[in-house]
């Protein structure tokens, strides 16, 4: 079901305006839907804002989401409070989504993620004292046969170990 | 016997995710045959006679729902791919994208040709983002080699194909939350009546089909309807993806002839290889969370002792009483260590995190069973509770705009009923239950289980 937003946390940090790529990546998109449905892309443009606002969508980006789509700002809010992938507050450099649903269960989902909790120091749906990784539970995405699994941005690590956490995690810090 | 791999049988050519490589294994010869021999009408023909039936759960004739798509003057007509996979137990369309691509995007073309379609989306969860961009690249591939575009092989044919990313919700693989989703709004179902068919994407007549439906249009359309139909047994005709994962040796999405025995597909080593680890089989829910579990018993044999098959029919026979579903083919294996109580919990917490929230029924039904449960889970349950669960699921089915509520009732109502031994031992038991598995010990006594 949807999650509420927290006004609290509606602090600007975009780069608003968005960069000319992304600019252009935003009118391409309107190009899939006949003349005056433009509101279709809002999905895969609170995609692509939210990864400019590092990792999530504060007021003033969906704001401007809005007025790029010509839409009105609650239309936005709408969306953005209905879908588990939109983050409504900041997150840390990295998001781990361990999937937490039946079948993964079967193989462990469970232990990964007091694992994982263990390695970062914060619980399930907060982010680590060092701001680098938030951990968040998700429902099946689709790797049932090859859990434990998490997603990681736009690629799934699957067949998790406690050594490929370790592993995992290593890399990550290694590169922030 | 080993099936036919009407889908897979390239999967592993290396580069098969390439147009080269896929074209050069007789890839979008389905779109020459369909563009220069046939026309819509005998398309659809030819996929009725398939007996096709929708591979996204509810196995509705594919060619049957074609013919229902109205087509008045000046109105452009839609096809929507659902590729929003989120059935939990179910990963064989992701599989399919994934490895090969191309035959999901032949399947669009000559099924958009048959609808008459010139716009189609590739509507694919947010979270498969990823295998959206293995998609798009196929696409610009395809439309570089005149397969998509203005003017398809000369035919006068245009058709433009586009990916559609979700934003994460399971509600969004229904058809019309899926409809209104792509229209850029929050993924609540729609009443029908109307149908898609008649008022759909932007009010227009819309066609939704499953990934693996569109894909094995290719076959039927490269062979003939009829020969699609000869594979199978009875109504369930073709091939099916079955995602096999939990408990088993080989977990993994395997292409079976429908009506392969279902002792055949858990057991032998050539699909799922037997249980894991030496344990003992305890339950099987056959076609991914939604569809009632199945204890060993009832799944090796119907109620009437026949060898189960994995056909739509035999799988469902006995009705929910003793029998299932195929469902979306998500094929979840419990071995003897796994709790029912448990897994009951834990997918009603799915249902009630995914129920778009519109109607009481499913709303406030899934949030009372997930408090029941929880209780029974963590030993705090009585045996009043027990059947407080079965009244309440009992009240959501068929009282919903959509099926999610019938599909948060069913894997409740079927845990009760063939489970509620192991729900009462939570109840007397209330410490022993959180530090073990009814299963362990006490299901030997009750269950005759199978090896
Ligand atoms: C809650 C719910 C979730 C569904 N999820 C999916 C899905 O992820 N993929 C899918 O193909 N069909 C899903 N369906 C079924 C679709 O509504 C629709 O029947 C199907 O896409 C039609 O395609 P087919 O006839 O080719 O199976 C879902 C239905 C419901 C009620
Ligand atoms: S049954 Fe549930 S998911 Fe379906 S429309 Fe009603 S509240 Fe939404
Ligand atoms: S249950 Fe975890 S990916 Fe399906």
Known sequence: ?176 | MASKKLLLEHIDVPGINTYDVYRQKGGYSSVEKALKSMTPETIVEEVKKSGLRGRGGAGFPAGMKWSFLAKPDGVPRHLLCNADESEPGTFKDRYLMEKIPHLLIEGMIVSSFALGANVSYIYIRGEYMWVSFILERAIAEAKANGFLGKNILGSGYDLELYVQVGGGAYICGEETALIESLEGKRGNPRMKPPFPAVKGLWQRPTVVNNVETIAAVVWILNNSGDDYAKIGVGKSTGTKLISASGNIKRQGVYEIDLGLPVDEFLNSDEYCGGMANGKRLKAVVPGGSSVPILPAELFYKTANGDARLMSYESLADGGFATGSMLGSGGFVVYDEDACIVRNTWNFTRFYNHESCGQCSPCREGTGWMLKVLHKLEHGQGSIQDIDLLWDIQRRIEGNTICPLGDAAAWPVASAIRHFREEFEWHVKNPKLCMERNYGLLESTKKFELVS
């Open chain 1, 1 to 176: 079901m949807s999650h509420s937003y927290d006004i609290r946390v509606s602090n600007v940090t975009a780069k608003i305006p968005f960069p000319q790529e992304v600019l252009d990546k935003v009118i391409e998109i309107q190009t899939h839907y006949p003349e005056g449905k433009q509101k279709s892309a809002l999905l895969p443009v609170l995609h692509l804002a939210q990864k400019q606002n590092e990792g999530w969508l504060s007021i003033p980006v969906m704001e401007y989401v809005a007025q790029l789509l010509n839409i009105t700002a609650i239309e936005v809010f709408e969306v953005a409070t209905f879908y588990s992938m939109y983050n409504l507050k900041p997150v840390g450099k990295y998001v781990l989504e361990v999937c937490r649903t039946g079948p993964c269960c079967l193989n462990g989902a469970e232990k990964a993620i007091e694992y994982i909790e263990k390695k970062i120091g914060c619980k399930v749906g907060e982010t680590s004292p060092d701001k680098m990784f938030t951990l968040k539970t998700v429902e099946c995405l689709g790797a049932c046969g090859y859990a434990p699994m998490l997603q990681l941005g736009d690629s799934f690590v699957e067949f998790l170990t406690e050594e490929k956490i370790d592993t995992l995690l290593a890399d990550l810090r290694s590169k922030a």
